[in-house]
């Protein structure tokens, strides 16, 4: 996608297995400031030097996140999955292969995810988080940290990605999937540390 002056406001959308020199996923330029809420990342890549794998934004763009999930996306410039100013509240960024140069925080490893409430970024092994990120299932783990972590944000939409009710327990969840149970419980999980 590509915003050349414009500003869309985008929901409930996935972008993934995209792939361009500019912003794998979306690329903004020329003032354009895009509102993306509740929407999933992954499998973009920025290819043949490009950069931006996820989302790119240059001559005074700006995006606004909320509430997203990005993951598994890739450049080949190492030069960020993110390459953009921008506003992040409750997103989870994660299993990026390059570096990041615009000062967004970015996991420190293939094996670990940066989770934004508000202002506040913390580190946490991908394996904690997601049902499946191996098989692309981004929806969140019981037990997950991402659960009732989100910073309370004003307007956001009842529904989540899976057109699940957004609020489920305290607090709104981080990231593009609200955790729920199904009529049959929750399934018990098992976290292990190394020390």
Sequence with gaps: MV??????????CTFSENFSYLGGGICNVNSSQPIITNCLF??????QGGIGSAIYSENDSRVSL?????ARNADSNSSGM???TASI???????????NTTGIPVPSSSQTCA????????EFP????FVNAAGSNFRLLYGSPAVDSGYP???LPALDLDDKPRFQGDRIDIGAYEFYCDGNGCLPITVRRRL
């Design 66 to 70: 909320t509430n997203c999930t990005i």
């Design 82 to 84: 993110l390459a953009s």
């Design 42 to 47: 992954t499998s973009n890549s920025a290819t």
């Design 3 to 12: 915003n050349d002056r414009s500003s869309p406001t985008l929901i409930n």
């Design 89 to 99: 509240i409750n997103c989870i960024i994660c299993e990026s292969t390059s570096s």
């Design 153 to 155: 944000v004003a307007g």
């Design 115 to 122: 989770l934004w409430a508000d202002r506040r970024v913390s």
């Design 126 to 129: 991908i394996n904690s988080l």
